[in-house]
């Protein structure tokens, strides 16, 4: 088997904040599996909060790169990766799952989701992520969306103005459906008294309002929030999510914090098994890293996967969206195409 790889810089169309950060480039490594005249690609989107930089990426890839000896022996690629690093560095894992899962669809000429025996249904429509900037722009943001079509805006809250960027965004998409996510940044009193706000602006769901660890506070809250309440910071992989059935109604699910696709799989079955609804969402990735979460996206009841569209210039082609519809990727593999270099 011969593998490379490569890392670029993707650039958004403008900065992209939540409440821990915000940032406008992002290193993404793109990987490439190449035997028996098939190829199979994957992408890893590290994120600081977990632990990982594009130079644990580049530093780790080599490593793992060594335990990949059947490309068909899912369980062994699973057992050789948590072996050698039984925590951390999710996104290189993903990277190196997604190459070996897209080489096994091409060997078969089968889109992923066919080969795995996945759900033909239509994918829930995405919403579009209005990050924190200033409160006009997050207004244009809004009302831009919505003329473009999108039916659904999520909504990044973690600051002073809280209210008044609900306020704000209301006003500007008065017919969108509304998501909040605090992103943890919430204390359980300011939470409490958010509850209200998010009933009076019909917010759809609320995600992530305290902080990772505090599941009990999550659970006071689900108690007497009369809108559904998702874990993302909470939930590591998939050994976590029963620990969270109690504080949460459902999960947001990412393949770059998971491990890769057949994590995101084993941890989809295990939120349902135990009651919880599920959210697709992403990192700021390109096309390749949306279009493995689009292959599982007809099992999730939510999809926030517009990473791509947030940027600049992608460098992968063949997702077809219109507004937050997103249709099933049909071509073998993950069925998009690396973009000709003066296309990017």
């Known amino acids: 088997m011969k593998f490379s790889f490569e890392t670029l810089e993707l650039k958004t169309h403008q900065p992209f904040g939540i409440a821990r950060w ?50 068909w022996d899912w369980e062994a690629l699973e057992h050789n990766f948590q072996s050698t690093f039984p925590h951390g560095h999710p996104s290189v894992k993903c990277a190196l799952e997604m190459a070996v899962v897209e080489w096994c669809a091409m060997s078969v000429n089968l889109p992923v989701w066919q080969m795995l025996g996945l759900s033909a249904a239509r994918i829930p429509e995405s919403s579009f992520t209005v990050s924190l900037a200033a409160l006009e722009t997050m207004r244009e943001n809004a009302a831009r969306a919505v003329l473009e079509g999108y039916g659904t805006l999520k909504v990044k809250l973690g600051t002073a103005q809280d209210v008044s960027i609900l306020e704000t965004l209301r006003e500007a998409a008065p017919k969108a459906k509304i998501r ?15 509850l209200d706000v998010l009933e009076q602006m019909d917010v759809e769901l609320l995600e992530q309002p305290l902080a990772s660890e505090d599941l009990e506070g999550h659970l006071e809250l689900r108690r007497i929030a009369k809108i559904p309440i998702f874990a993302d910071e909470s939930l590591h992989s998939r050994s976590s999510v029963p620990n969270l059935a ?16 057949l994590q995101a799989l084993h941890t989809l ?48 082609t063949g997702l077809t969206w219109k507004a937050g519809v997103l249709e099933r990727p049909m071509g073998a593999g993950w069925g998009v195409e690396r973009r000709n270099s003066n296309e990017q």
């Open 269 to 316: 079955r295990t939120a349902r098994a135990l009651g919880l609804s599920v959210m697709l969402g992403c990192m700021i990735e390109s096309s390749l890293g949306i279009a493995a979460s689009a292959h599982l996206a007809g099992l999730a009841d939510f999809t926030d996967l517009d990473g791509a569209t947030l940027l600049e210039h992608d460098p992968y």
């Open 246 to 261: 109690h504080s949460f109604d459902g999960v947001n699910l990412k393949i770059q914090k998971l491990g890769g696709p």
């Open 180 to 194: 909040v996510d605090a992103n943890a940044a919430w204390t359980r009193a300011q939470a409490k008294r958010m």
């Open 22 to 71: 915000t940032h406008s480039s992002y290193p993404r490594t793109f990987v490439t599996l190449e035997h028996g005249g098939f190829t199979g690609r994957g992408e890893a989107a590290p994120n600081a909060f977990y632990g990982e930089t594009r130079g644990t990426v580049e530093a780790v890839l080599p490593v793992l790169l060594e335990k990949i000896t059947d490309p």
